[in-house]
């Protein structure tokens, strides 16, 4: 199949990038292994930053220093400066196309305070803001009839003689088929890689790095992948997310002894850490937010409630809600120039999956969701453009088949997978130490080494979870690798890469 512009995941970067392309003119078709509105971006509840001033004041300036000194030094000031200069103009259009902000008394969008920034600069939909936004660029991409294509797996990237990007390899999960699909540009907006940590991330079972993976095979150049934010509060059994929004909102982070450790709208890296501490001291860590009262949680935090007795068992309206540090987000991603394009031309990138230097060593909170949609369109307006340009599609060359080699099936991935997770979580976690990280590192390459002796035991072509599930943790792995890798080169501490003495 053939189209102008291709673009592989719809959350909400996915679906920004096709909206933009669409509407410049050209043909897109959007192909996800996840239905749409279950993408990774309903689970961003904050918030999504923009200086409007509308609680309190605040300056566009403040906003980009506030990123900066999130990132440590890190950052593309010119990435951030278009970025957070963007934002006013990106919430007017969201609430133009119908996101259901919270609003003020006097009717304007809402804002409350996250980690990290000066003032009250995160707009926000009660505690669903992701899942709000998300839905509303699926409804404006129907609108637009943008072409989605469920349930498409990416195996490769498919490229021309040249080494130019021309389309991708794709599974279909249905039939079990593979699927070649050519364009003149493509868009990678396949979400980020923290579940290589496994039961030890808020994240979706499908966050596993994909695009970052399949484009590192394909060349193209990836950065920062040591860098990955450990959200300050999961549920401590589960890992569910509860949204820094709680403590925006003015809750508090207590110890066993019920004493406030720690700044609780510091950046998340510092807050993590002391978390951390204080567990290895022994601790139990709480969440506070009875303080608040009934009305104004159920007001403002509906979702955390819900969460905290749904999988904590507690209600926090009365009840302590027990917390760890988890895998949240990662900064890392394929490297992008300017115009949103990576190292290989014809291959575009947005999302979580791409790095374009504005979130450095450490993201800012409530810059996610901005970063997904100030991005995504640009991806989207510079992939149409790249397309309108080319007169005809490339034809790809030929390529080696994963699929093709002999598994013994020997084995069991699943369990290699879960040990994956628990060794990155203590060794390439919050606090890092070079013997652990050659430790990780030489597991990782092992198991890598043993893929041949993995492969799915099911043989069944519809509808194939083993074999999917395979082939993601091909992926973990090598994204794992990378970020491993990344850690050992990085030998200073800096926002997530935080080394201890051995």
């Known amino acids: 199949m053939k189209t102008d512009v291709l673009i592989i995941g719809a959350g909400g970067a996915g679906l920004s990038a096709a909206i933009a392309a669409k509407e410049a003119g050209v043909d897109v078709l959007v192909l996800t292994k996840e239905y749409p509105t279950r993408s990774q971006t309903c689970m961003a509840q904050g918030g999504i930053n923009a200086a409007l001033g509308n609680v309190s004041e605040d300056s566009v300036e403040e906003h980009i220093q506030n990123t900066l000194k999130s990132a440590h030094g890190l950052a593309n000031e010119e990435a951030v400066r278009y970025m957070c200069s963007e934002a006013p103009a990106t919430i007017a259009w969201l609430d133009s196309i119908g996101v259901c902000f919270s609003r003020t008394t006097d009717a304007k969008i809402a804002q409350r305070r996250l980690g990290g920034a000066s003032a009250p600069r995160a707009c926000y939909a009660q505690d669903y803001t992701g899942l709000k936004i998300l839905h509303t660029l699926y409804e404006e991409a129907l609108k637009h009839d943008v072409e989605i294509k469920n349930e498409k797996v990416l195996l490769e990237l498919l490229k021309d003689s040249n080494d130019v990007v021309c389309g991708a390899l794709m599974l279909d999960i ?82 066993s002894k019920g004493e406030r450790f720690t700044n609780e709208l510091a950046p998340r890296d510092e807050v993590s850490r002391a978390i951390d501490a204080a567990i290895k001291k022994g601790e139990d860590v709480f969440l506070d937010i009875r303080h608040l ?157 043993n893929l041949p002796k993995m492969g799915a035991k099911d043989n069944a072509l519809r509808y194939n979870t083993n074999l999917i599930e395979f082939l993601e943790f091909r992926n973990m792995l090598d994204v794992s690798e990378a970020v491993i890798t990344g850690a050992l080169k990085r030998k200073e501490s800096v926002g997530a890469h935080f080394l201890a003495e051995e």
């Open 174 to 255: 249905r039939s079990g088929q593979k699927e070649s699909y050519f364009a003149k540009s493509v868009v990678l907006a396949s979400g980020g890689y923290s579940r290589i940590y496994d039961k030890n991330s808020t994240n979706s079972v499908k966050s596993t790095g994909d695009g970052i993976a399949v484009a590192a095979r394909a060349g193209a150049k990836l950065l920062d992948m040591e860098f990955v934010q450990f959200h300050p509060t999961g549920l401590k059994n589960s890992s569910i997310l509860i949204s820094e929004s709680a403590r925006g909102e003015g809750g508090y982070l207590l110890n």
């Open 293 to 449: 009262g009934e009305e104004f949680i159920d007001e403002g935090l509906p979702q955390e409630r819900k969460l905290a007795k749904l999988y904590a068992n507690v209600d926090p309206v009365y009840d302590l809600i027990p917390i760890k540090p988890v895998a949240h987000y990662t900064m890392g991603g394929i490297e992008m120039d300017n115009n949103s394009q990576s190292s290989l031309e014809g291959l575009y990138a947005c999302g979580e999956c791409s790095n374009h230097r504005v979130h450095g060593a450490n993201r800012l909170g409530g810059n996610s969701l901005l970063e997904i949609v100030v991005f995504g369109r640009e991806a989207g307006v510079n992939a149409a453009q790249r397309a309108q340009k080319m007169d005809a599609h490339a034809s790809a060359s030929s390529q080696d088949d994963f699929l093709a080699q002999e598994f013994t099936k020997e084995l069991d991935f699943y369990a290699l997978r879960e040990e994956l997770g628990n060794v990155l979580y203590e060794k390439v976690g919050i606090v890092r130490r070079e013997s652990e990280l050659e430790e990780a590192l030489a597991f990782v390459k092992e198991c890598q080494q």
